[in-house]
């Protein structure tokens, strides 16, 4: 195993007690069911134990990769030779009191939205449908309806490349438009503390279902995805319209490369029919990004993120295909 040797499996199992994975198929637990074979996964279950990993392996000089539920990722079909950090559900505590929230980051987006909700806070219904985890969403500044998720942060606490855990106030987080820090500085997301307002809980219900239902009818549902692959840029948005309308006025929708398609749903989605590889999509995120700037003149810029064989992650419209 490249970089990753017997001992240091049981050493890692020391460190992490029953979250280590070996030899795990990435189509099997990515959300677009592409990508090849992890050497290791850790799944921690406490920021102490994030902390000792990260730690640990940057003694060890040795590479790795944070993942959460990978709703945004597509892996190498190489898969992955650098350990994966998985923060997910065995980091997914959500504490409510009053207007204040404070949850891990592994928690379960649309199951966070719903505790929202039965607590009778408002402003989180926008991403109960988003099906990633909140430290993915933080680190994004995901959310829909035209809103992020950095509107109700108040601090994240993280932790750095070398086991040092911090706290960040909302102002020094670097939210932008799907935009944060820690896109860039390499810090683990480990919790979250948020405010919401109170209303309703029948109207926070109500308008939660109008959500669901509308990106129901607007999104695909059957086949696997990463959501939208490119995000919606306000200049592009203004002149020519948001992605997906500019892909469909190509006529672009239903194109395909191997198993992975243009959704014939919504174009800005591209779906896995079955046995989609990654270089298949990425052929056809070049595909697209050269017939869009042909037609507009606008560079599309990817939402989603490639994950190489040595952990590097990039936006899809960045990788060489
Ligand atoms: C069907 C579908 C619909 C979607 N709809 C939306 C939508 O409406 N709006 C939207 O914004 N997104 C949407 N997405 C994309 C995706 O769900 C979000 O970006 C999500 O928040 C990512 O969370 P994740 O846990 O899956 O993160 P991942 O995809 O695993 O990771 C995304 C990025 O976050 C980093 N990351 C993950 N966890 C941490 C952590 N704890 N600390 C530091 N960095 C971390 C990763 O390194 C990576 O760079 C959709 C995806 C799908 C499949």
Redesign the pocket.
């Known amino acids: 195993m490249e970089g990753v040797t017997k001992t240091d499996i049981a050493a890692l199992r020391q460190l992490c007690p029953g979250g280590v994975l070996t030899n795990v198929d990435l189509a099997s637990i990515s959300?677009w069911k592409i990508g090849g074979i992890a050497d290791v996964v850790l799944r921690p279950s406490s920021t102490e134990q994030v902390a000792d990993l990260r730690r640990w392996l940057h003694d060890r000089r040795k590479g790795h990769?944070?993942?959460?539920?990978?709703?945004?990722?597509l892996f190498a079909d190489g898969g992955l030779r650098v350990p994966c950090l998985q923060?997910g559900p065995r980091m997914g505590a959500v504490a409510i009191n009053g207007n204040d929230v404070r949850a891990q980051?592994?928690a379960w987006?649309p199951s966070f939205a719903r505790k929202l909700m039965k607590a009778g806070l408002t402003g989180g219904e926008h991403i109960c449908?988003?099906?990633?985890?909140l430290?993915?969403?933080v680190?994004?500044n995901?959310?829909?309806q035209r809103n992020g998720i950095s509107t109700n942060v108040v601090a994240v606490e993280?932790v750095n490349q070398v086991g040092e855990c911090s706290s960040r106030s909302v102002i020094d987080c670097g939210f932008g438009y799907?935009q944060s820090v820690?896109?860039k500085n390499n810090?683990?997301?480990?919790s979250i503390s948020l405010r919401f307002s109170h209303a309703d809980r029948a109207l926070i219900r109500e308008n939660m279902r109008g959500i669901l239902a509308n990106r129901r009818r607007k999104?695909p549902r059957r086949d696997p995805?990463?959501?939208?692959v490119f995000k919606s840029d306000p200049a592009m948005y203004e002149e020519v319209g948001p992605p997906g309308q500019v892909i469909e006025r190509l006529g672009l929708k239903g194109m395909r490369i191997g198993d992975a398609e243009i959704s014939p749903d919504h174009a800005n989605f591209i779906v896995n029919r079955g046995k989609a590889c990654a270089r298949d999509v990425l052929q056809l995120v070049a595909l697209i990004s050269t017939e869009v700037m042909s037609a507009t003149g606008h560079r599309l810029v990817a939402?989603a993120?490639h994950v190489d064989e040595s952990g590097n992650?990039k936006p899809l419209n960045s990788v060489e295909t």
Not at 65 to 73: K, Y
Not at 187 to 190: A, D, L, R, S
Request: aromatic content about 4%.
């Open positions: 959300q990769v944070v993942v959460g539920l990978t709703s945004n990722l923060i980051a592994g987006v449908g988003i099906p990633g985890t430290g993915g969403l680190c994004m995901g959310g829909s993280s799907r820690f896109q810090e683990i997301i480990t999104f995805s990463c959501g939208s939402e993120h992650i």
